[in-house]
């Protein structure tokens, strides 16, 4: 058995994206759909691991068919599903959206009564995994329920603010029962986490400011070493606490569908800062992967190679054709 620290290690939100095949037509009318693994945790360790890195995630589902599904296709995209375990109690999670591009795509969660990834216990955690580690990404929804939210932030401390430590605000409104809770445990948790990467939306409820650097800013004074905001259209603004700083613009692509893109983000972020890129370099890097996605129908079975992203960044366009694995 293999015993060597995993390069990434991901913790929270999965489930089963059901993603319509006819673009432009509202969910009501939609007569077919593709089946995809889901999740902006789950999607990022296919991203990361997409780029040769190896990748565990620590989540759990519900024990029905969706669910078994869930760890074939981790299998297959080459994550660790070791410690992806099932809940007797609550359904595997699904979500629809509606594809109107370029910029228009509703999502609707079934994660009711409560999703299984929100039953993730502290004492179900391997504590020296997450130690060892070379890096480890936590979302903000997995601070929205318990006992979800004990194990994040006992997950962060045991980290001790070591190497890539990274919370994904990701703000989602709706998967919280009370949002009003949501600003102090962000800030908890920033301030255990080594890397913060969000929206404006995202800093805004993280930090109370908007405005991009004022949102860098406050993300380096609550506690973090790297704050990285991302500006949609005006692409993305990255801080460091020892002053070095960068932006990148977006790569320009015929939108399909926007909503994995972030993630393919994300994954390409955590695989630059493994390598110890300049951080110029790692945005240019990531901000390409996230626009390769954007051109593509599916979150994690469109994630791009590393070639891939070299292609992109040599052509200026993420619009480019999709390997076979």
Request: proline share 7%.
């Amino acid at each position: 058995m293999r015993t060597e620290p995993y390069d990434l290690i991901t913790m929270g939100r999965i489930g089963v994206d059901l993603y319509p095949l006819q673009i432009g037509v509202p969910l009501a009318r939609v007569e077919r759909f593709g089946k995809f693994l889901g999740g902006s945790p789950s999607n990022v360790a296919v991203a990361a691991a997409r780029l040769g890195r190896r990748t565990a995630l620590i989540t759990r589902t519900g024990a029905d068919p969706f669910g078994e599904y869930l760890h074939l296709a981790l299998r297959s995209f080459g994550v660790d599903d070791r410690w992806v375990t099932s809940v007797e109690a609550y359904p595997t999670p699904v979500t629809f959206c509606e594809i109107f591009p370029p910029d228009d795509f509703p999502l609707h969660f079934y994660r009711q009564p409560k999703a299984p990834d929100l039953e993730i216990h502290p004492s179900e955690l391997d504590l020296a995994a997450i130690r060892s580690a070379r890096a480890f990404w936590v979302t903000g929804t997995g601070l929205s329920a318990e006992p979800s939210r004990a194990s994040t932030l006992g997950a962060l401390r045991e980290r001790g603010r070591r190497d890539v430590t990274v919370l994904d605000l990701d703000w989602r409104p709706a998967l919280w029962k009370d949002p009003d809770e949501a600003p102090a445990l962000y800030r908890a948790a920033l301030s255990t986490a080594t890397v913060a990467v969000g929206n404006l939306d995202e800093c805004e409820v993280a930090t109370g400011e908007r405005e991009p650097h004022a949102a860098a800013r406050a993300l380096l004074d609550a506690g973090v070493r790297v704050a990285v905001v991302k500006q949609g259209p005006k692409g993305v603004l990255a801080m460091t606490a020892d002053g070095e700083s960068a932006e990148a613009e977006p790569l320009p692509v015929d939108v399909v569908n926007g909503l994995g893109a972030g993630d393919a983000f994300g994954g390409a972020l955590a695989h630059g800062l493994l390598a110890e890129w300049d951080l110029d370099r790692v945005l240019r890097y990531a901000n390409a992967a996230g626009a390769i996605v954007a051109g593509r129908l599916a979150c994690s079975s469109a994630m791009p190679y590393d070639d891939e992203i070299a292609r992109a960044l040599a052509a200026g366009t993420g619009s480019i054709p999709e390997r076979t694995p």
